[in-house]
């Protein structure tokens, strides 16, 4: 998950409650601590995380969904469709299928660790690859369940940050 900076001109902060719950998690989550959330805490950060979607997708903004194929920064079809956006306390992320991919994706060199039947893991890292070349998107394989979420086991998931519709994004500033 990127850190996110909320230009001036974007408005998701509603109240000065949300902005110092979302400024006290990103202190939290900067010193690498992801605390467990209060459940008004959950709430407030989902829903700047759903804000935070429609200020960025223009498609997103009007109907909820993605316009398809979903790429790659570089314009490269990578998903050519989605399950679901799965909006949780660490942020909001694409779930899909194996089927949907439009890319191979391979193991991230020195992550292969997490996929030894001895290691108690919730995901596998994962990453798509053209040209022989792994790209730098990381892509979570969902092991095991967690309570920040409400992740699949034995699905997919991207940010929405690492990747771009067929539409395109509301503004022409990097959100992040």
């Given at each position: 998950m990127s850190g996110f900076v909320v230009p001036p001109?974007?408005?998701i902060f509603h109240t000065k409650s949300q902005r110092r719950i979302w400024d006290k998690f990103w202190r939290n989550v900067n010193k690498g601590n992801?605390?467990?959330l209060t459940e008004e805490e959950s709430l407030v950060i989902r829903d700047i995380h759903s804000e935070r979607l429609k200020a960025h997708y223009k498609q997103y903004s009007v109907d909820g969904t993605l316009a398809l194929p979903i790429r790659l920064q570089d314009g490269t079809p990578f998903l050519s469709g989605y399950r679901r956006i799965v909006v949780g306390d660490h942020g909001a992320y694409i779930e899909?299928?194996?089927?949907d991919l439009l890319l191979p994706i391979q193991t991230k060199k020195g992550q292969e660790w997490r996929e030894n039947e001895n290691y108690?893991?919730?995901y596998h890292w994962k990453q798509p690859v053209t040209n022989d070349t792994?790209?730098?998107?990381?892509?979570?394989?969902?092991t095991k369940?967690?309570?920040y979420a409400d992740y699949l086991t034995s699905m997919y998931y991207v940010d929405p940050y690492e990747v771009t519709d067929s539409v395109g994004r509301n503004t022409d500033k990097d959100l992040l």
């Amino acid at each position: 998950m990127s850190g996110f900076v909320v230009p001036p001109d974007i408005e998701i902060f509603h109240t000065k409650s949300q902005r110092r719950i979302w400024d006290k998690f990103w202190r939290n989550v900067n010193k690498g601590n992801y605390n467990v959330l209060t459940e008004e805490e959950s709430l407030v950060i989902r829903d700047i995380h759903s804000e935070r979607l429609k200020a960025h997708y223009k498609q997103y903004s009007v109907d909820g969904t993605l316009a398809l194929p979903i790429r790659l920064q570089d314009g490269t079809p990578f998903l050519s469709g989605y399950r679901r956006i799965v909006v949780g306390d660490h942020g909001a992320y694409i779930e899909f299928e194996e089927k949907d991919l439009l890319l191979p994706i391979q193991t991230k060199k020195g992550q292969e660790w997490r996929e030894n039947e001895n290691y108690d893991c919730k995901y596998h890292w994962k990453q798509p690859v053209t040209n022989d070349t792994p790209r730098n998107v990381k892509i979570y394989f969902q092991t095991k369940r967690v309570k920040y979420a409400d992740y699949l086991t034995s699905m997919y998931y991207v940010d929405p940050y690492e990747v771009t519709d067929s539409v395109g994004r509301n503004t022409d500033k990097d959100l992040l």
